[in-house]
């Protein structure tokens, strides 16, 4: 019972974020990098209460539109990731042979690459930009989302209600998206929340090294950066929104192990 | 008994290193060099989508056309790619990995410099996280189902899911600026003795050791529990044994195997949370020297670095993999 609790609370904090990032404007005490005061790294208090940044701006404002980005981006990312991971994973479970082994051992070859390390070539070579980001973001999470849609799908494929729809004479893409995928729903959205808080983690990381979203635009990743100077006065600027960062992550991970899918299907955390 | 059939035991053929798991463990190789060379190819054309003369860069906008040229036919730029694919992993296979754009240096000599940091960053990590990571999965695996698993689990799936630079600026609040007991930063000058290499060190080994705990400590449960539903522990259940003994006499042995891919896979954690421990505590160590390469956009550095960790992170990937083969009992009577 206390599983479905922490499931629930977990739950109720990442929908309150969603709303945060969607509601940012009307929610924001202070406008969008304005600047509010002229005290900088201020501490907690009434006026702002999480204190105030490197420029004297509102910290609770920049965190507020601060999780559009770090929540779009990583959504965006991980919808990418899912979407080919999930069609590719299906699509060789059905058809089987070299297709089949073709992919797999170009995923199998992807997934041993160290993730921030890829992203970081990336980021030498093309620059930093929202595009980019997404997109590497998206490619590193791919054979993930491969590996336990094919593993699905190779457990479905076998079932007489799919044999079944084979015999009635459907075609191959029928059978994959009206017959196996609906079956799949249930793990798959398991599995895209745990991207999702890998990609969360990856992008924030990339930001915290300024190799990230580029200003103005910035998420809870780049507010660390931007207030690592005022690490030395104990400024809250520098700790609050990795703590953001945190209870979304964290939140997520519980909702998740509310589940008893993720046990069954033996997610080791590894990507 | 008919001499046919062989019995696991009576056999005598229980070698762990017979030609089947040798040539198990030499495909693994294979398979992870030909990954290093994809690697390469990847980071390889990660320079060739570098918009820009690369030259002209180098030498600036003031350069004469002559001395463009001539850099251009030093750095074989005049070539086809595919051939400066293998003059650079020819170089690099023997030890020559270029110049540093921003300042000329040779790229081996600035590596050479900063690896000896960050190899003593991870073999402390190592040496304290294993210990810690062992007992406390040992330990909620033989407690497993109690409170104490229940906190284990919570606080464990916290640590891997919130970022390093949440941990290492947490940790430099409390330890550096609230209590005064150690450093903010990593001074190496401090650490002649003892006490600086405890100063130095500890702030960046705690961050770096707390996911890698957390992910080893999680694996190594996982294991001993899996071992643990064997018929042969059910046996023991029934034979009376108590649950310290049924882990660590009946089930540890046999869960090794899975707990040193554990460790080994967990190690490889390393690698990505050494990248933002050395810019958090400006220690200087590898990690850094990329990151500041990525910065500036010094592809001969960034191209090596990569190499590296990519190499690091596969010999683990690897070492897991032979545990696995190694641990495996089936491979042994072939």
Partial sequence: ?271 | MSGSISYPGAAGRRKAFNPVVLRLIGRRIVANLLLLLAVSLLVFLGTELLPGDVAQIVLGQGATPEAVAGLRAAMHLDQPAWIRYFIWLGGFVSGDFGHSLVNGDPVAALIASRLPNSLLLAALTTMVSVPVALFLGITAAIWRGTLYDRIVNIVTVAAVSVPEFLIATLAVLVFAVRLHWLPALAYLGGADSFTGLLRVFALPVITLSFAIVAQMARMTRVALVNTLESPYVEMAVLKGAGRVRIVLRHALLNAIGPIANAIALSLSFLLGGVIIVETVFDYPGLAKLMIDAVSTRDMPLVQACAMLFSAAYLVLVLLADIASILSNPRLRFQ
């Fill in chain 1, 1 to 271: 019972m206390r599983r479905s609790a922490s499931a629930i609370v977990g739950g109720g904090i990442v929908a309150a974020w969603a709303v945060v990032a969607i509601f940012a404007p009307l929610l924001a005490p202070h406008g969008e990098g304005q600047i509010v005061s002229t005290t900088v790294f201020a501490p907690i208090s009434g006026r702002f209460p999480l204190g105030t940044d490197y420029l004297g701006r509102d910290m609770l404002s920049l965190i507020l539109f601060g999780a559009r980005d770090t929540m779009g981006l990583a959504l965006a990312a991980t919808a990418l990731a899912s979407f080919i991971g999930v069609t590719l994973g299906t699509c060789a479970a059905v058809s089987g042979g070299m297709l089949d082994a073709g992919i797999s051992r170009v995923m199998d070859a992807m997934i041993s690459l160290p993730g921030l390390m890829f992203a970081l070539v990336v980021v030498a070579a093309v620059g930093s930009s929202i595009f980019v980001l997404i997109v590497t973001a998206a490619v590193i999470y791919t054979p993930g989302a491969f590996r336990i849609a094919r593993a699905l799908a190779t457990d479905i494929n076998v079932m007489d209600f799919v044999l079944a729809a084979r015999a009635r004479g459907e075609k191959t893409p029928a059978i994959m998206f009206e017959e196996i995928m609906p079956n799949m729903i249930l793990p798959v959205l398991t599995d895209f929340g745990l991207r999702f808080v890998f990609i969360v983690l990856l992008l924030s990381s990339l930001s915290f090294l300024g190799l990230g979203i580029q200003p103005p635009a910035a998420d809870w990743g780049s507010l660390v950066r931007q207030n690592i100077e005022g690490l030395g006065y104990g400024a809250p600027a520098v700790i609050m929104p990795a703590i953001a960062i945190g209870t979304l992550t964290v939140s997520i991970n519980l909702m998740i192990d509310g589940f008893e899918v993720r046990r069954r299907l033996g997610f080791a955390d590894v990507r």
